[in-house]
């Protein structure tokens, strides 16, 4: 199956669906550093575009590739439950529209778009609904919903809202299977942790009495103190890791450190040799606005399976 990607990010999504044997013949993304992550793993042409402004230019490129399916996952901060700011005049939400109008003119039998769950929320759940209608209005037989990467098997809880689509079979999201997530601790073994940051003043001073699974806001409280730096979280090692979002917020279960890269990759489910390029910071916003490989090796199974 040929498929393109847009907002193609570092290529989560691209990963999982070689590992599911799609071939991935080009992506596009407006961020150079997201490309350069993109460039170092996967072979599909890639190219610096953007949706909106380049509209035209991908649509040209789509129809002489001939591809069979289109993947985009939209910038998802307009929809996102984590922005208190969030209103439905976000000119990020037009985006999606604008992946629909790539979708009408290069007509590829199959469609995912990925976001989070937000997306089906109010006061966002009309861009949803309209979405969807635009996309049955244009054939397709279409399936949406929220998917967790736990219910995939995943040692973190990522769920997602997927828009899954074709015009030849019908893929059904109820038809994704159920399989008990890995723990933390499984997942991790024979990490190397390879180059991790210490933790601040203030996770320090707490950690004897920051309970694994419990963010610092909660020891602090119990100390008398403020719920301040309530986005830190420390990994309870037998259960699932917290959505992994932009920025290093989670600390190990006892040691003195944050998690590192290769541990958040993994959990990420990347493989080990995965290569994210960058400084630091922008290397966990990779893996945080990265769709996660297992998740879109699941999707794209819907389509192989159908």
């Given at each position: ?8 990010g ?48 991908i ?9 069979d ?109 159920k ?80 998690m ?8 990420m ?13 922008q ?24």
């Amino acid at each position: 199956m040929r498929i393109a990607s847009l907002f193609c990010g570092g290529g989560g999504s691209s990963q999982g669906y070689k590992q599911e044997g799609g071939d991935v013949v080009a992506a596009f993304d407006f961020e150079e550093i997201a490309l350069a992550t993109y460039k170092a793993n996967h072979s599909a042409k890639a190219y610096c575009m953007d949706v909106a402004a380049d509209k035209g230019k991908i649509i040209e490129i789509l129809t002489s590739a001939k591809i069979d399916l289109l993947d985009a996952s939209p910038p998802c901060q307009g929809f996102s439950t984590a922005n208190t700011k969030r209103n439905a005049k976000d000119e990020r939400n037009t985006l999606p529209f604008d992946t629909l109008d790539i979708i009408e003119a290069v007509n590829p039998n199959h469609v995912i778009i990925e976001n989070v769950t937000g997306m089906l929320k109010f006061p966002m759940r009309n861009i949803a609904i309209k979405i969807n209608a635009r996309l049955k209005n244009l054939g397709y037989s279409v399936s949406v919903g929220i998917v967790d990467g736990r219910d995939l098997g995943m040692p973190q809880k990522r769920a997602r809202t997927y828009f899954v689509a074709s015009k030849t079979m019908q893929p059904k999201l109820t038809r994704l299977p159920k399989i008990k997530p890995q723990t933390i601790k499984d997942a991790l073994k024979g990490v190397n942790p390879s180059e991790h940051k210490p933790l601040g003043k203030e996770q320090s001073l707490f950690f004897d009495s920051w309970r694994p699974g419990e963010d610092l806001g909660d020891a602090r409280e119990r100390a008398g103190k403020s719920r301040a730096f309530f986005n830190y979280v420390k990994l309870d090692q037998h259960s699932q890791c917290p959505t992994i979002v932009k920025g290093n917020k989670f600390v190990h279960w006892s040691e003195r450190r944050k998690m590192s890269l290769q541990e958040l990759k993994v959990l990420m489910t990347f493989p080990h040799d995965y290569k994210l390029i960058g400084t630091y910071q922008q290397q966990c916003d990779r893996l945080g606005n990265a769709v996660a490989p297992t998740m879109a090796q699941h999707i794209l199974r819907l389509f192989n399976a159908t």
